[in-house]
């Protein structure tokens, strides 16, 4: 655990000496925090999809979103706007991965976990599914310094989706 701090302690030094900068202001406007660097924590998505018999599903595509907010197209049109990072189920229909999207973590936003059957046939054949509200868990697992920085934030949920084959 000092190895880490003290990599933390040097990698800001230098990255200060060559300029770079960069302020999270936390907190009200009268008694404002600043925290500086990146985040040093650990955002996962952990998972599991089974279908209707408890078999594991491999190979399915597990699509992490999260809503960033709408904007206009050119045609002045409203679209929205999804952070999007896709994963694959293994052989035991888990999903245990890192999620790159750390923003979305900050506050309360939209999540959603799309499951989609890519390979056909080949493991059966499953209707695509949506997760979110409820069918989501968000933790946060605080590391003693508080911040918003450090500490593990995991996305997890389960699933049991129809084999539409498993009738015939």
Known sequence: MKSKNI???IAGAILSLLGFSGCDVIGSIINPVCEYGCPH???????EVKDQDGAPIKDLKVKYRHYL????NEQGEEEENWYEQEFTTDANGKVNDSV????AFQEEKRFEVHLIDV?????GL????????????VVYKDDKDGGWHVGDYTISF???L???????
Request: proline content about 2%.
């Open 126 to 137: 499953y209707d695509p599914k949506v997760l979110a509200g409820d069918d989501l868990t």
């Open 100 to 103: 790159a999207d750390w923003d």
């Open 162 to 168: 129809t084999n539409k084959l498993a009738g015939e």
């Open 7 to 9: 990599f933390r302690v």
């Open 158 to 160: 389960s699933a049991t």
């Open 41 to 47: 924590a650990d955002y996962k998505i952990i998972g």
């Open 69 to 72: 907010g709408t904007w206009s």
């Open 119 to 123: 390979d056909g046939e080949a493991n």
